[in-house]
Each structure stands twice: as C-alpha cells, then as structure tokens.
C-alpha cells in the first residue's frame, strides 16, 4: 500500500504541558484508521495538527508528493478535509450557501459552483434542504451537509474528529452510514470516534491513545479482543461495558 501521510517525532505543547508527546504514524492511501481514548488524551490537538490547523512544536508532517516547511502546512490545509464534532455551519446562511463557500467552490462560476454542491447534497440525500437555513435540519443532516462540504475540496485525506458526539442517538447511524459509504469508496480517513461499532467494522486499524502518545495500534478483531497492552484493556473494559 502506498503512504499518503508521513507523520515523525510530531510534539505539540500548550505552555508547559506537552499535549502530544511524539507520534510516529504511517497513514497509507485508502486506509481507514479509528482513534480511540479518553478525553483529554490528545486526540483533538492530534488531529488539528493534522490538518495544519494547529502548528506542531516539533517533528514532521508531511503528504507524499509535498514539500516541506510552510508550503507543506498550506497543502496540509488544502488537501485534508476536516469534520468537527459541532457541525460549524454558518447558522446565517442557507445550506446551499454553506456549501459553495467551500474554496475549492469559490472559484467557480456561481453556477457551476451550485451545479457541484447540489450533486454534493444529492449524494446525502440532501439536495431538497439546500434553501434551508441550518437550524431547519437535524444535528444528523447538518452533520451530512459537513461532510460533503469537506468532500467539495476533494481532499486526499479526510479527518473526523468525533463526528456524532453532538447528535441525538436516532442521528447517529445517519452519519456513521455516509462514512462507510465514503470509507468503501476508498477516501483514505483518520476518525476520533467512540463508536466502537463503527471502528469494529470499518477501521483497517485501530489505534488506542492515551497520554498524548499511541499506546497500541492493530487491526479492529485483534486490539478489542487481545489488546497487548494493560491500558487498553483498562479503557476497552471501561467503554464496552
Ligand atoms: P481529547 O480530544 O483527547 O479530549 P484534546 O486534544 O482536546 O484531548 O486536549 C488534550 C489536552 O490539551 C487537554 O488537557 C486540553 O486541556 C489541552 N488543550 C487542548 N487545546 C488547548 C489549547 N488551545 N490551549 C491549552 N491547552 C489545550
Ligand atoms: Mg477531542
């Protein structure tokens, strides 16, 4: 398999608190890998550094083909897609609006960029609501206009960071269902989720975090059946019962 994102030594610290405490990771093209953790583990800051929204204080992230240095950042941004655990919609603007302000759609003709988001709502059964205004949607349809927002920029990684922590329990399978779809497609995805359902079944790997550092990493069926680590048992104990 082909490595899309190269990840080495990465560091964050927040003052004196060092958040993320030196992550190796190798993200390969088409791979799915689920994180999973306690709150307050690092998760979040790990993906926002991901995606170059958050700087790194040390260590290297890099897509394969980029360069590296502030360019590398401005291609982090431009080339991973991001969906949030608050679906950040603009609540002003109808969803329609929302979507052709997608950069990639911006620089289109306005007709051609509402040709395109149009298919995008088509493809989450969404293309009636696109007069709506956000607050006219349930959290799960909001969070569907959130991902094909982040699918317009056609990213070559996309990253979830809880993406159904915020939705009523009858939403959440909406959500989970648009990115199994995406994940058979082949969009390569790192997903902070504690949907242990959904990481059993999609991830390729699974990766338990813990401390701002990857304490284990293994595919679904061996890490939630025999994790080797004492911690991850501790936590899976502690989350499936
Ligand atoms: P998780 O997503 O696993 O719950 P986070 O990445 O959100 O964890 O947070 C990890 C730690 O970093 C927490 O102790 C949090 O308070 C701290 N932290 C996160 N963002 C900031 C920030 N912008 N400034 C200072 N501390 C932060
Ligand atoms: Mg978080």
Redesign the pocket.
């Known amino acids: 398999m082909n490595t899309l994102m190269t990840v080495r030594g990465l560091r964050k610290r927040?003052?004196d608190?060092e958040?993320?405490q030196s992550v190796d990771l190798d993200i390969h093209e088409g791979e799915v890998v689920v994180v999973i953790?306690?709150?307050?583990?690092?998760?979040?800051?790990?993906?926002?550094c991901l995606n170059g929204l958050?700087p790194a204080t040390a260590g290297e992230i890099a897509l394969t083909g980029a360069a590296s240095g502030a360019e590398s950042m401005a291609r982090l941004r431009d080339e991973v897609g991001m969906v949030f655990q608050d679906y950040t919609l603009f609540p002003h603007l109808s969803i329609l609006r929302n979507m052709t302000l997608a950069p990639k759609l911006r620089g289109l003709s306005r007709d051609d960029a509402e040709a395109r988001a149009m298919q995008l709502l088509e493809r989450v059964g969404l293309a009636h609501k696109a007069q709506a205004m956000p607050a006219e949607l349930s959290g799960g349809q909001q969070q569907r206009v959130a991902i094909v927002r982040a699918l317009a920029m056609q990213p070559r990684l996309m990253l979830f960071?809880?993406p159904t922590s915020a939705l009523d329990p009858e939403t959440v399978n909406e959500v989970l269902l648009v990115m199994k779809e995406l994940a058979t497609e082949g969009m390569t995805m790192v997903v902070?989720t504690h949907e242990m359902g959904f990481a059993r079944e999609v991830a390729d790997r699974v990766i338990f975090?813990d401390g701002?550092r990857i304490v284990e990493s293994a595919p679904p069926a061996q890490l939630f059946s025999a994790p080797c680590e004492e911690r991850t048992r501790q936590f899976l104990n502690h989350v499936l019962k």
Request: proline share 4%.
């Open positions: 927040f003052g608190t958040v993320i953790g306690p709150s307050g583990s690092g998760k979040s800051t790990l993906i926002r958050e960071d809880e902070v975090f701002g």
